[in-house]
């Protein structure tokens, strides 16, 4: 499932539940880094703060999975999208985000019906999610 990049899903969600159960039995302290990392970098993700984001991937050594739950990137990248945050989706998408992930499929579709028809950078979020080859014959759920 591992593919190369800092953003790119090295386990299932299953095998993130698991993780996580393991490391708050042996180490809770821990655990709570990880999930207030993970927390921390959708935040990141909202406020496009690339220079941050990378600069604690290179502060561990682009090492991010073992510090972030992989489940959060899917959160960054669809915060990313609904806030027009260019940066950070090309950040995610050069560095190993899977842009064909089940959990991000309908992001084009909300991204699509959250902006105001009148708003010419509505089209910007929309043709970086098309270039990324999300599929746009994605049926959403009602």
């Not at 821990?30 to 600069?55: H, I, K, P, Q, T």
């Not at 959160?75 to 950070?88: E, G, I, L, N, P």
């Amino acid at each position: 499932m591992a593919s190369a990049g800092v953003f790119a899903f090295s386990r299932t969600v299953q095998e993130e539940m698991d993780w996580m159960e393991t490391m708050r039995r042996a180490n809770p302290d821990a655990a709570e880094d990880v999930l207030s990392n993970s927390r921390l970098f959708v935040e990141l993700a909202a406020e496009g703060e690339v220079r941050s984001m990378a600069e604690i991937v290179a502060d561990v050594d682009g090492q991010l999975q073992n510090n972030v739950l992989c489940y959060y990137f899917v959160k960054m990248f669809q915060v990313a999208a609904s806030r027009r945050r260019m940066d950070v989706l090309k950040y995610m998408l050069d560095d190993g985000f899977d842009a064909h992930h089940a959990f991000v499929k309908d992001t084009l579709h909300r991204v699509i019906d959250a902006a105001a028809s009148d708003d010419e950078d509505t089209l910007q979020p929309v043709l970086h999610l098309l270039l990324a080859h999300m599929d746009v014959n994605f049926q959403v759920r009602s």
